[in-house]
């Protein structure tokens, strides 16, 4: 401002009567006085930005209050004077963490210290939830920037790779979920479900939505979460018999076909059925994309995860809710590994529900040692009306009260996993205090065998360079091995350590420890041993619960 009124009386004397008719140059004793002058707004501007009130101010300071004092400007020059005050706090936020983006990478700082100071989150904000377009706009405007950002890298080593999405997701997904982790909508009680669906390029997935709408016993109270990633141009086959890859049509549109069918449109008009698109070149992987399926979920009672390949009993909704409020437990978590799609379920329901009990240490060298589950068997001769403890939860199918998923929220830092996703939930989940059952009747079956079907690694290396899937992985599996105690993934060993950004907000709860969780389980992570224990395949009580054996008989 004090050099603008400087330009300003400067103009004014050239053309004032002061000046020379002659040469139009101003008299000496004017050059002194303006000289003067500006000696003295530049002293007066230069103290002021050293020092106020005794402590030190920097030009940047300066600058950054005087950035936040008016409004943020996008890149085309004009203001945000039309975004809802709360997505201006986002940007504001985004910038601040990418200012500190380098002590964050090294460890030296934690995004929530950045952003919260020292205490994490807690609580609801005195805001409204967000909308549903607000959630979905926001997501896929995230995918279509990680979209541009990997284009620009396309020849990039895996450690690269990761820190693009880590930097993008620090600066941009990781601060809207903690917004959105405090403004979710209020759960209701009316007995309603979320069905959490993630699709990836899957000819099943038309058909699971209608058998789901079809065989509920309360269709009206279901309410579907749709992730679908399709190639919709240039598609490509899976992997055939000797190695062959062809082109192929493109994907149907299994939400699309479902809203137009007579039996599909009530429920779409209704809002019944959310989706979130996503191109195949976007897919992150099965654990991302049930993160961003959890997302739709808006206030439903239960939550059921599912896999787009599923066949389902008759009233299977109803008694789900049955079979987890009759489990012995206030967060009884409902899984296992489903039968069949090609069995009778009708006749499954009278036999008791196979169990999922066995734990591996994967041995090759992709999996990186990670927890693999054995399948589920039937190991119970009689069935029970009160499910029985199991110690894992499935991927592919699990129910519990939708509580969990402000209690345990999925991790957006997980990226691109495969293997590992159901070892971090079983853990999680325990320790937040949720206790594992097993159903005790199967309500879905499970279209295990899809040989020569698009896999989502196959377009991360048609996105990037072929062979980067593998390494990549295992480098963000040291981010599940931290949390589970693998020694080769301590703090000290994990390099980069930006793997290890904001993962205490992801990771156990405080109810119970991992120590125990694992001594019931018959883990251990130093030896890569597993006990057995034998009270899962026993149908017994596991350590601890010895109360709960006289509802077993």
Same mark, same amino acid.
């Given at each position: 401002?004090?050099?603008?009124?400087?330009?300003?009386?400067?103009?004014?004397?050239?053309?004032?009567?002061?000046?020379?008719?002659?040469?139009?140059?101003?008299? /000496?004793?004017?050059?002194?006085?303006?000289? %003067?002058?500006?000696?003295?707004?530049?002293?007066?501007?230069?103290? !002021?930005?050293?020092?106020?009130?005794?402590?030190?101010?920097?030009?940047?300071?300066?600058?950054?209050?005087?950035?936040?004092?008016?409004?943020? /400007?996008?890149?085309?020059?004009?203001?945000?004077?039309?975004?809802?005050?709360?997505?201006? @706090?986002?940007?504001?936020?985004?910038?601040?963490?990418?200012?500190?983006?380098?002590?964050?990478?090294?460890?030296?700082?934690?995004?929530? &210290?950045?952003?919260?100071?020292?205490?994490?989150?807690?609580?609801?904000?005195?805001?409204?939830?967000?909308?549903?377009?607000?959630?979905?706009?926001?997501?896929?405007?995230?995918?279509?920037?990680?979209?541009?950002?990997?284009?620009?890298?396309? /020849?990039?080593?895996?450690?690269?790779?990761?820190?693009?999405?880590?930097?993008?997701?620090?600066?941009?997904?990781?601060?809207?979920?903690?917004?959105?982790?405090?403004?979710?909508?209020?759960?209701?009680?009316?007995?309603?479900?979320?069905?959490?669906?993630?699709?990836? @390029?899957?000819?099943?997935?038309?058909?699971?939505?209608?058998?789901?709408?079809?065989?509920?016993?309360?269709?009206?109270?279901?309410?579907?979460?749709?992730?679908?990633?399709?190639?919709?141009?240039?598609? /490509?086959?899976?992997?055939?018999?000797?190695?062959?890859?062809?082109?192929?049509?493109?994907?149907?549109?299994? !939400?699309?076909?479902?809203?137009?069918?007579?039996?599909?449109?009530?429920?779409?008009?209704?809002?019944?059925?959310?989706?979130?698109?996503?191109?195949?070149? +976007?897919?992150?992987?099965?654990?991302?994309?049930?993160?961003?399926?959890?997302?739709?979920?808006?206030?439903?009672?239960?939550?059921?995860?599912?896999?787009?390949?599923?066949?389902?009993?008759?009233?299977?909704?109803?008694?789900?809710?049955?079979?987890?409020?009759?489990?012995?437990?206030?967060?009884?978590?409902?899984?296992?590994?489903?039968?069949?799609?090609?069995?009778?379920?009708?006749?499954?329901?009278?036999?008791?529900?196979? @169990?999922?009990?066995?734990? %591996?240490?994967?041995?090759?060298?992709?999996?990186?040692?990670?927890?693999?589950?054995?399948?589920?068997?039937?190991?119970?001769?009689?069935?029970?009306?009160?499910?029985?403890?199991?110690?894992?939860?499935?991927?592919?199918?699990?129910?519990?009260?939708?509580?969990?998923?402000?209690? %345990?929220?999925?991790?957006?830092?997980?990226?691109?996993?495969?293997?590992?996703? &159901?070892?971090?939930?079983?853990?999680?989940?325990?320790?937040?205090?949720?206790?594992?059952?097993?159903?005790?009747?199967?309500?879905?079956?499970?279209?295990?065998?899809?040989?020569?079907?698009?896999?989502?690694? +196959?377009?991360?290396?048609?996105?990037?360079?072929?062979?980067?899937?593998?390494?990549?992985?295992?480098?963000?599996?040291?981010?599940?091995?931290?949390?589970?105690?693998?020694?080769?993934?301590?703090?000290?060993?994990?390099?980069?350590?930006?793997?290890?950004?904001?993962?205490?907000?992801?990771?156990?709860?405080?109810?119970?420890?991992?120590?125990?969780?694992?001594?019931?389980?018959?883990?251990?992570?130093?030896?890569?041993?597993?006990?057995?224990?034998?009270?899962?395949?026993?149908?017994?009580?596991?350590?601890?619960?010895?109360?709960?054996?006289?509802?077993?008989?």
């Amino acid at each position: 401002t004090s050099f603008f009124f400087l330009f300003v009386a400067t103009m004014s004397l050239i053309q004032s009567p002061l000046m020379s008719p002659r040469t139009r140059q101003p008299a /000496r004793p004017f050059i002194l006085a303006l000289a %003067v002058v500006n000696a003295l707004f530049l002293f007066y501007l230069l103290s !002021h930005l050293g020092s106020s009130n005794g402590s030190s101010v920097t030009l940047r300071d300066r600058l950054k209050r005087a950035k936040d004092a008016f409004p943020i /400007r996008f890149r085309d020059g004009g203001d945000d004077s039309g975004v809802p005050m709360r997505l201006r @706090r986002l940007r504001q936020k985004n910038e601040i963490v990418g200012e500190h983006l380098g002590l964050i990478k090294s460890g030296t700082e934690t995004v929530e &210290e950045i952003l919260h100071g020292t205490k994490s989150l807690e609580g609801k904000a005195d805001k409204p939830p967000m909308t549903l377009e607000e959630i979905t706009a926001y997501i896929t405007g995230f995918l279509h920037k990680l979209h541009d950002k990997c284009g620009e890298i396309k /020849r990039a080593t895996h450690d690269q790779i990761w820190e693009a999405y880590h930097d993008l997701t620090v600066k941009t997904l990781y601060p809207w979920d903690r917004e959105y982790l405090q403004r979710m909508p209020a759960r209701r009680n009316d007995g309603s479900i979320f069905l959490s669906l993630a699709s990836y @390029r899957d000819e099943n997935c038309l058909n699971t939505i209608k058998w789901a709408y079809e065989k509920a016993k309360n269709p009206d109270k279901l309410f579907i979460g749709l992730v679908q990633q399709n190639c919709e141009a240039n598609c /490509r086959s899976g992997v055939l018999d000797g190695g062959k890859i062809v082109d192929v049509d493109p994907d149907d549109d299994c !939400h699309k076909l479902f809203c137009e069918s007579p039996e599909g449109s009530p429920h779409c008009d209704s809002g019944r059925v959310r989706v979130l698109h996503i191109n195949e070149t +976007e897919s992150l992987g099965p654990y991302a994309a049930r993160y961003f399926a959890s997302k739709l979920w808006y206030g439903e009672q239960w939550f059921m995860q599912i896999d787009a390949h599923m066949t389902f009993l008759q009233d299977w909704d109803d008694i789900s809710i049955k079979m987890l409020n009759a489990a012995p437990s206030e967060k009884p978590v409902l899984s296992h590994y489903p039968p069949s799609h090609t069995m009778d379920l009708a006749q499954q329901a009278k036999k008791a529900a196979p @169990r999922l009990c066995g734990p %591996v240490f994967a041995d090759s060298d992709l999996e990186s040692q990670i927890i693999r589950l054995e399948g589920g068997m039937g190991w119970d001769k009689e069935h029970s009306d009160v499910p029985r403890f199991a110690p894992f939860t499935a991927a592919g199918y699990f129910v519990a009260h939708s509580d969990f998923l402000r209690e %345990v929220p999925f991790d957006p830092f997980l990226p691109w996993i495969f293997m590992g996703e &159901e070892i971090i939930m079983s853990t999680r989940l325990w320790t937040s205090g949720y206790d594992i059952f097993s159903p005790s009747q199967s309500v879905v079956g499970h279209m295990y065998v899809r040989r020569h079907k698009p896999k989502f690694w +196959e377009s991360v290396h048609r996105v990037f360079t072929h062979g980067v899937h593998n390494p990549l992985q295992m480098l963000v599996l040291d981010r599940i091995k931290y949390q589970l105690g693998y020694p080769e993934a301590s703090k000290d060993h994990i390099m980069p350590k930006s793997i290890l950004t904001a993962v205490e907000q992801y990771s156990m709860g405080s109810t119970r420890s991992l120590d125990e969780y694992m001594r019931i389980v018959g883990l251990n992570m130093t030896t890569k041993e597993v006990t057995y224990t034998g009270w899962c395949e026993e149908g017994e009580v596991p350590p601890g619960f010895e109360k709960f054996a006289p509802l077993y008989g």
